[in-house]
């Protein structure tokens, strides 16, 4: 497919489309009738992307708040059929294997290893320590020292004194030893877990953004139409319900003029 002709397709709608662009950050992106194209799109995807745009855009059409709520299946496609969702899912995972967020969930693992080793270290000397519960020869200890501090930030500036005579300190959760040398090596590994549990708790974070973003309808049904281009085949496998109703739709004209545009594109 000629990406001129596809653009020019789109500009005939009415729609501005620009491909030398930022696209905020993303590789491509919809509002208002605007199609942007990030210049950073490898030239034997702009097609695919341009697809997925449009899919917003006609998805716009049938749901004009969909930017703000993120559509609904049951509109998109007529039905509430519970597969559907599963099935499209494992097209936007095809499309898209950032979706699977393997990095990030091999990230949360290597985290939780590390924490179980600080776990260990603190049990050589306090053998009945949980995370669960308080651990008060800790907490006692913690609330003289100013590594206090690091149970909250990995690195901490500190300062002291009055209005014309201040110190300041630097502390960092990588020089316990240095800053804090008679402090027990249990604690230290008290601090670090703690540490560590902050790092967890922002990659699940991070991973339950990705989520809620690629489970949005209206990025479920764009990765179908974006899916649907790089191998018709494969996606008609993995998810023969929903494309069955899609192609239904389809030729009902209820997605308008996405017909003409597969069309386009030998679809």
């Not at 007529?78 to 499209?88: A, C, D, G, I, T």
Request: glycine fraction near 4%; charge should be positive.
């Amino acid at each position: 497919m000629n990406k001129a002709e596809l653009i020019n397709y789109f500009i005939s709608l009415g729609l501005e489309v620009h491909t030398g662009t930022k696209a905020r950050g993303h590789q491509g992106f919809f509002i208002k009738n605007r199609i942007d194209i990030s210049k950073n799109v490898p030239e034997n995807k702009v097609v695919q992307t341009l697809l997925h745009e449009f899919a917003h855009y006609i998805h716009s059409k049938i749901e004009p708040d969909m930017n703000k709520t993120g559509g609904s299946l049951k509109v998109l496609f007529q039905s509430e059929n519970p597969v559907y969702k599963e099935e499209l899912m494992k097209v936007t995972n095809f499309v898209d294997e950032n979706s699977l967020c393997i990095r990030l969930y091999e990230h949360k693992d290597r985290i939780k290893s590390k924490i179980k080793e600080q776990e260990k270290i603190i049990r050589q000397d306090y053998p009945n320590f949980m995370r669960s519960k308080k651990f008060k020869e800790f907490d006692k200890y913690i609330r003289k020292s100013q590594a206090k501090y690091l149970l909250r930030y990995d690195r901490v500036k500190v300062v002291e004194g009055g209005f014309f005579k201040k110190t300041v300190k630097l502390y960092s959760i990588d020089n316990i030893e240095a800053d804090f040398p008679d402090m027990p090596k249990a604690f230290m590994s008290c601090i670090r877990l703690k540490s560590l549990q902050r790092k967890q708790a922002r990659v699940s974070a991070r991973i339950n953004r990705y989520k809620k973003y690629y489970e949005k309808p209206t990025e479920l049904f764009a990765r179908l139409v974006e899916g649907l281009y790089i191998d018709r085949e494969w996606v008609e496998a993995i998810a023969p319900n929903v494309t069955k109703q899609f192609y239904d739709l389809l030729n009902d004209g209820y997605y308008m003029e996405l017909k003409k545009t597969l069309q386009l594109c030998n679809l």
